[in-house]
């Protein structure tokens, strides 16, 4: 049975380590000749999104690891993808995206073949299927679709979605949110997995936040500072050295050669400091505030009670 706290709670949870998988799977891998997979941002990615939504859904250690493990084999078919066609950044044409889709077949065989992979065999088969059967390899729906690789799914196109590569910028989270509800509403996917990884993106954006307005409220003690000696060196300037005004300077204990245009220059780089903290403050609490909607709307939009109890890996939620 999965362990389940009352109250959510990412940061108090103990975390699965990615680099205990990492260096594990890279052992069992080699067996493969599959290395050059951990090599691929993308696959990282859905490993550390998939570590998201187990943890905001409370699943223990074990059943974390093993969706983990699942994220890390979900594209180990691509091996066997020609390179001209997994490496090209344009669109591929009907052929080349046919041949692409068998990477969830070779995956299927390449997890069959070897008994510490084969409970993963469905991840690596299903996790390109959509509820209303419009997916591939084989076109399931909903009931058939095993919860696992839905939920891979969603760790799968969010990275898709909002991770820069070296041919396209990642989209903001909440316009990924919202690519993913609108998918959700053609009934192509599922939006309980969505509702956990937003609520896990949700904590993360308010601790960055909050380390930001930290740094903020730094800033500004230290620009009034930065002020004060502004005042006293253009004293200095004006009517010379005076017992008082060096017993002020006293009070900073500034290093050797620091004068009037070093302060200045520290001054306008605080001004820049606090203006951009500002700004990406004010934009990540907007983003934040979209965040809640499309997750209450993701919450909303979970369709039965049931999907709260559901099997992963044969085990129930
Ligand atoms: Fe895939
Ligand atoms: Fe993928």
């Not at 084999?73 to 995206?97: C, N, R, W, Y």
């Not at 990924?176 to 954006?205: M, N, Q, R, W």
Request: glycine share 6%; charged share 30%; with cysteine.
């Amino acid at each position: 049975m999965f362990a389940r706290s009352n109250k959510y709670n990412l940061f108090e949870r103990s975390k699965v380590s990615i680099s205990e998988i990492d260096k594990e799977l890279k052992v069992e891998l080699a067996v493969l000749g599959g290395l050059d997979i951990f090599t691929n941002a993308h696959v990282l990615g859905v490993a550390n999104n998939t570590s998201k939504i187990c943890e905001a859904m409370g699943l223990n250690h074990d059943l974390s690891k093993q969706c983990i493990l699942g994220a890390y084999m979900h594209d180990v078919g691509k091996i066997k993808i020609p390179s001209d066609i997994l490496q090209k950044t344009g669109a591929l044409t009907d052929e080349e995206f046919e041949i692409m889709k068998m990477h969830t077949v070779y995956g299927y065989e390449i997890c069959m073949r070897y008994d510490q992979f084969r409970y993963l065999a469905p991840i690596a088969r299903y996790h390109h299927e959509n509820l209303d059967g419009s997916g591939y390899p084989d076109g399931l729906t909903d009931k058939q679709i095993p919860e696992e690789a839905k939920l891979i799914k969603i760790a799968d196109i969010w990275d898709a979605l909002t991770q820069r590569r070296q041919y396209k910028e990642g989209y903001k989270a909440s316009k990924a949110a919202e690519i993913i509800l609108s998918d959700v509403k053609k009934g192509k996917t599922g939006s309980k997995y969505l509702y956990f990884l937003l609520l896990c993106i949700i904590d993360e954006y308010s601790v960055k936040n909050k380390g930001n307005e930290k740094e903020l409220r730094e800033a500004k003690e230290h620009l009034m500072d930065l002020k004060d000696l502004d005042k006293i060196y253009k004293k200095i300037y004006d009517r010379g050295y005076s017992d008082s005004l060096a017993k002020k300077l006293k009070r900073y204990e500034l290093p050797a050669g620091y004068d009037l245009s070093a302060n200045t220059n520290l001054l306008s780089k605080t001004n820049q400091k606090i203006e951009t903290l500002t700004k990406v403050i004010k934009e990540t609490h907007e983003e934040i505030a979209i965040l809640k909607k499309r997750c209450r709307e993701a919450k909303r939009l979970i369709k039965f009670k049931e999907e709260w109890n559901v099997r992963l890996f044969g085990r129930r939620v």
